[in-house]
């Protein structure tokens, strides 16, 4: 497996990389979570599918709007513990004695339909392991 990392800065980019990646035999694409990805996010889905790439993200949403699948954190457990901070830095704790946090709760989501138009056959221990498998 040949990793090759291909920086994008806008929508055009976006395309030409993944074009580029399309033509590759027995290629697959692996989405990074920065912020300037999210905002492309249905362009992303829709020129993966274009050219029949199997492609991991790093939010739900990406496997929501259609793609094959994501591996993030919770981003509802990451709010939820945010708030517990809120209340206490509230209440008059010094931010400086609180610990940082890393998060322990992460989601595997699969996109079934995205799979079969892949011609993908996802693995039975994978789909039992997904906490959410889209139809």
Aim: proline share 8%; glycine share 6%.
């Amino acid at each position: 497996m040949t990793l090759i990392k291909t920086p994008v800065r806008d929508a055009s980019e976006i395309e030409s990389a993944i074009e580029a990646v399309g033509r590759e035999p027995d290629s697959g694409l692996m989405v990074m979570p920065e912020p300037f990805f999210p905002v492309h996010r249905k362009l992303i889905v829709e020129l993966a599918a274009r050219y029949k790439l199997p492609t991991i993200y790093p939010f739900r949403s990406f496997t929501a709007d259609g793609g094959l699948m994501s591996y993030s954190v919770d981003v509802v457990d990451l709010y939820q513990r945010a708030a517990g901070y809120v209340d206490r830095i509230l209440k008059g704790s010094p931010v400086a004695d609180m610990p940082v946090q890393q998060p322990t709760k992460y989601e595997l989501v699969i996109n079934l339909k995205t799979a079969k138009a892949l011609g993908l056959a996802i693995p039975d221990r994978l789909l039992a392991l997904a906490d959410e498998v889209i139809d």
